[in-house]
């Protein structure tokens, strides 16, 4: 079974003669490449605009709203990994959205970060191994104003 590189890839080391880069084995290389997936945007990587994640174009919605569209982000995340993370098969995908709690005993601020959690099983093509990683997390956390102008 080959390793992979690691990322992020330091590419300058590449142009050595002997580059000394950290290698993975192929389960830790496909986490961190759908990882990578999961924390672009469309558009981000100039190459392959269909490259990214659906979720960054909802970053500012508020929970209800991202809750009604979580079998969309669903079915968006395995069509991506379908496409760019031909190493696995048979995919399936879950996404589970939260507000965490915010422990503030004076009652002071709103919670507005958002937690997304997205469960990946699938299995590993070249090995027919199981893959099925530590959920991916990821937190939203749009920008918010005193209105007041205190």
Request: with cysteine.
């Amino acid at each position: 079974m080959l390793e992979n590189y690691s990322l992020p890839l330091r590419c300058a080391e590449l142009t050595k003669k002997n580059p000394k880069l950290p290698k993975v084995k192929l389960h830790e290389s496909v986490r961190q490449h759908i990882s990578l997936i999961l924390i672009t945007r469309f558009g981000e990587y100039r190459c392959d605009p269909s490259y990214g994640c659906l979720l960054w174009e909802h970053d500012f919605e508020n929970l209800k709203a991202l809750d009604d569209k979580k079998h969309v982000f669903e079915k968006s995340i395995k069509e991506l990994l379908a496409r760019h993370e031909p190493r696995l098969t048979d995919t399936l995908v879950s996404v589970d959205i939260k507000e965490p709690d915010i422990k503030d005993p004076l009652k002071l601020t709103q919670k507005l970060r958002k937690r997304i959690e997205i469960r990946i099983k699938a299995r590993l093509l070249e090995t027919n191994q199981p893959f099925e990683p530590k959920p991916f997390i990821i937190y939203f956390s749009p920008v918010a104003t005193d209105a007041s102008g205190q």
